[in-house]
C-alpha cells in the first residue's frame, strides 16, 4: 500500500468514526431534551387512531396480524408527522373500515359502537391538531395540555349525548318515511355546514 | 467578530453590480392549517355519505368533527400577534448563563399558542426548554419569554434567530412563522482569565506610587543604603545603632515603590488546535487570552498600567491603563480577539512603532509558530526593551497524521522549536510556558536582576 492509499484510507476511516460519534453525541442529546409533554401527546395521536381502527373492524380482521401491522403503521406514521397527510389517512382509513364492516356485518355494535369509534377517531384529530407544530422536544406549557384535556372531556360527553338521542329518536321513530329521514338529514346538513363556514369567516363575537 | 465585520472593511466596492437586496419580511397574518380542511373535510364527508346511504352512524362519526370544530372556532383571533426580540444583558462571562428577551405580544381577545423555536451560536448551549418551548398567552396579555444557554467560550455571540408562530382554535388556525433576526441579542461573553498571581517587581518602576522597587529613593521599607545624615532628613530615619558604634548621625535611605507599564503584546497570526470551550481543550487563542487576561488583570488591579496591542491582522491597540474599571475594559478587548483564516501577516516594524514607552514590561503572548513571532521577539530584545516571552502552544496540540513519517517530522519540528526557545533565552528573551498562577516569579525575577545588575 502506498502513502497515498494509506492517507486516503485513514481519512476516509478518520471521516466514518467522525460521523458515527457526531451521530450517537446528537442521538444521545435529543433523547436528553425529550419532553415529557410532547411525547405523551404523540403517544395519544398513535394509540387514539390504532384503537380507532381496531375498533372499527371485525374481531376476525383486528386480530389477524397484516391488518394489525397496516392500523400500527398508519397510527405511527400519523403521531409521527402529525401535522402531514397522515392524520387524514387514518381517519378515511378507519371509516372505509367502518362503512365495509357495516356493510358485510349487519350486526357491528350499532350505534354504540359509531360513538366508541368516532370518539378515539377524534381524540386523534384534535391532538394532532395541536402537537402539529410541536416536536418531541418541545416543552410545552402545562396550560396548553390542560386545556386540550378539557376540550376532549367536553367533546366527548357531548357526542356520547348526541349519541344517546339518535338512538332514542331510531328507537321510538323507526317507522318514519325515507323521504323525511332524507329530508331532515339534509336539513341537518345544511345547518353545520352552514355554521361552520360562519365561524370560519366571523370575526371572533368577544 | 470576523474581517467582515469591521466597519473600515464594509465599505461600498466599486463592483458594479447591485447588492442582493433581500425581500422583505411578510406581515404576520392568520392562516387555517391542515388540520381546520380535515375536520371539515371529514364531517362533511360522512354528512353526506349518511344522507346520502340513509346511514345514521356514519353522522355519529361526524358529530365530534363538526361540533368539535364549531366550539374552537367560536373565540377566532382578529390581530396576528407581534414579537419583539432584545439581549437581556450585553455581557457574561464564560461558563455564565447568556439570556435575550422575547416579547409576544396578543391584542387579539382570544387566547394564543406560541410555539418558540430559538437558535444560537454554537457556543451557547441552549438550555433545555429555553429554546424550544411552547407557551400560552392570554387575550389581550404579552408575556416576556426568556431565551438562555450557557457560554461556553469567550466572543461575541449571538442568540437567535428565533422563529415565532402562533397557534388559535386549537390548532385549526396559525400563523405564519415571523422570523426575528438575532442582530439585536449580540452577547459579548469576556473569558475567565486563569489566577495569575506574582509576588516579584518589575524592572524599570519609575511612575509615580506603586508596589514596585524602583530606582530612585523614597519613602518606603525596602532599605537602599545607611548613610550619613543630611539636613531634611526625618529624625525617625536615624539608625541609632550605626550612629552609637560611629558617634556619627547615620540614617536609612530607602527605595521608592512605584507604578510601571506592562505592554501586553498578543502573537495572533494563526490559531491552532480546536477549541473545547471553557469546559474541553484551549487552542492557542484560548490560552492566549486566558493569560493574557489573567496577567492584565493581576497587573491592573494592583496599580499598574497595562496596555495591550495585538500582532495579528487587525494590529488592535488598548490604552494603557489601571484599576478595575481598565481590567473590564481590557476583558471586553480580549473577548474581541480573532484570528481570521486568510489573515494578512502583521509587520513587525509596525508594532514596534505601536508600542509606547521604552521602559515598560513587554510581554508577548506567542505560540512562536513562524518566523515573524521569533522575528518581533528579537526585535524586542535587540531594542533593549525588557521582553518576557510567553510560550501560548498548548501542550496537546499536534499536526494531524497524514503519513507514517508525520511522528517523525513533528519531533524534529519540536526539537527545532526548543533550538529557537534555547537561542531567545541565550538573547536575553525570558521565555516561559503559562501554566497559571507564580509560573512567571521566576522568570520576572531574571529580568529584574538583569536590570540591576
Given amino acids: 500500500m502506498s502513502d497515498l492509499q494509506r492517507g486516503l484510507f485513514e481519512a476516509v476511516r478518520d471521516g466514518t468514526r467522525l460521523r458515527v460519534v457526531g451521530g450517537r453525541r446528537r442521538a444521545v442529546s435529543w433523547a436528553r431534551r425529550l419532553a415529557p409533554a410532547a411525547v405523551l401527546l404523540r403517544a395519544v395521536i398513535g394509540l387514539a387512531y390504532f384503537a380507532a381502527a381496531e375498533l372499527a373492524a371485525p374481531t376476525a380482521w383486528a386480530t389477524s396480524a397484516v391488518y394489525v401491522g397496516l392500523a400500527a403503521a398508519l397510527a405511527l406514521l400519523a403521531a409521527a408527522r402529525p401535522a402531514g397527510g397522515a392524520p387524514l389517512a387514518a381517519t378515511a382509513a378507519v371509516a372505509a373500515v367502518w362503512l365495509l364492516t357495516t356493510s358485510v356485518y349487519d350486526d357491528h355494535g350499532g350505534i354504540v359502537r359509531a360513538a366508541v369509534v368516532a370518539l378515539p377517531l377524534y381524540a386523534g384529530h384534535a391532538t394532532a391538531a395541536v402537537a402539529q407544530r410541536f416536536r418531541a422536544t418541545t416543552v410545552i406549557d402545562s396550560e396548553i395540555v390542560h386545556t386540550w384535556a378539557r376540550h376532549l372531556g367536553i367533546v366527548s360527553g357531548s357526542t356520547v349525548a348526541f349519541a344517546g338521542v339518535l338512538s332514542l329518536f331510531t328507537a321510538y321513530f323507526a317507522a318514519i318515511s325515507p323521504a323525511v329521514a332524507v329530508g331532515v338529514g339534509l336539513v341537518a346538513v345544511i345547518t353545520v355546514i352552514y355554521v361552520l363556514a360562519r365561524s370560519l369567516h366571523n370575526r371572533s363575537p368577544r | 467578530m470576523s474581517l467582515a465585520a ?56 361526524a358529530a365530534p368533527f363538526a361540533l368539535g370544530t364549531a366550539l374552537l372556532l367560536r373565540d377566532r383571533p382578529d390581530r396576528a400577534p407581534q414579537a419583539r426580540f432584545d439581549a437581556a444583558e450585553e455581557t457574561c462571562a464564560e461558563g455564565e448563563t447568556a439570556s435575550a428577551v422575547l416579547r409576544v405580544d396578543n391584542p387579539a381577545p382570544a387566547p394564543v399558542t406560541t410555539v418558540v423555536t430559538a437558535a444560537a451560536d454554537p457556543w451557547i448551549e441552549l438550555h433545555t426548554g429555553r429554546g424550544d418551548f411552547a407557551e400560552r398567552i392570554g387575550p389581550a396579555t404579552a408575556r416576556e419569554m426568556l431565551i438562555a444557554g450557557r457560554a461556553r467560550r469567550w466572543g461575541l455571540h449571538q442568540l437567535g434567530p428565533v422563529h415565532v408562530r402562533s397557534h388559535a382554535c386549537g390548532g385549526l388556525l396559525e400563523t405564519t412563522v415571523q422570523r426575528l433576526p438575532g442582530s439585536n441579542s449580540r452577547v459579548w461573553v469576556l473569558p475567565v482569565p486563569d489566577w495569575f498571581e506574582s509576588a516579584e517587581s518589575l524592572p524599570f518602576a519609575a511612575g509615580v506610587a506603586g508596589v514596585h522597587r524602583s530606582g530612585r529613593t523614597g519613602d518606603s521599607g525596602e532599605l537602599a543604603e545607611v548613610r550619613l545624615y543630611q539636613s531634611g532628613d526625618r529624625l525617625r530615619r536615624i539608625d541609632w545603632r550605626t550612629s552609637a558604634r560611629s558617634q556619627e548621625l547615620y540614617v536609612n535611605a530607602t527605595l521608592s515603590e512605584r507604578d510601571t507599564d506592562v505592554t501586553l503584546i498578543l502573537d495572533l497570526q494563526v490559531e491552532a488546535g480546536a477549541s473545547g470551550g471553557i469546559d474541553g481543550d484551549a487552542s492557542v487563542a484560548d490560552l492566549t487570552v486566558r493569560a493574557a487576561g489573567a496577567v492584565a488583570a493581576h497587573y491592573a488591579l494592583q496599580g499598574d498600567r497595562v496596555g495591550c496591542i495585538e500582532f495579528g491582522a487587525r494590529g488592535r491597540r488598548l490604552r494603557a491603563g489601571a484599576g478595575r474599571r481598565h481590567n473590564l475594559a481590557t476583558l471586553r478587548w480580549l473577548a474581541s480577539v480573532d484570528i481570521p483564516t486568510d489573515a494578512l ?76 526557545i534555547m537561542e531567545l533565552r541565550d538573547l536575553g528573551v525570558a521565555v516561559e510556558s503559562w501554566t497559571g498562577a507564580a509560573s512567571l516569579d521566576d522568570v520576572l525575577a531574571q529580568l529584574v536582576r538583569r536590570r540591576y545588575r
Fill in chain 2, 345 to 420: 501577516p502583521p509587520s513587525v516594524e509596525m508594532t514596534r512603532r505601536l508600542l509606547g514607552n521604552h521602559r515598560s514590561l513587554h510581554v508577548v503572548f506567542t505560540p512562536l509558530l513562524g518566523e515573524r513571532s521569533v522575528g518581533l521577539v528579537v526585535a524586542l530584545a535587540r531594542s533593549g526593551r525588557p521582553v518576557l516571552c510567553i510560550d501560548t502552544l498548548p501542550g496537546h496540540v499536534s499536526p494531524p497524521g497524514r503519513s507514517h513519517w508525520t511522528p517523525y517530522a513533528e519531533r524534529l519540528w519540536r526539537l527545532s522549536r526548543a533550538n529557537t
Fill in chain 2, 6 to 61: 469591521d466597519p473600515a472593511l464594509r465599505l461600498r466596492t466599486d463592483n458594479a453590480r447591485t447588492p442582493e437586496q433581500r425581500a422583505p419580511d411578510k406581515p404576520v397574518e392568520w392562516r387555517r392549517t391542515p388540520a381546520l380542511t380535515r375536520a371539515v373535510v371529514i364531517a362533511a364527508c360522512c354528512l353526506i355519505a349518511a344522507v346520502a346511504f340513509g346511514r345514521v352512524d356514519l353522522a355519529l362519526l
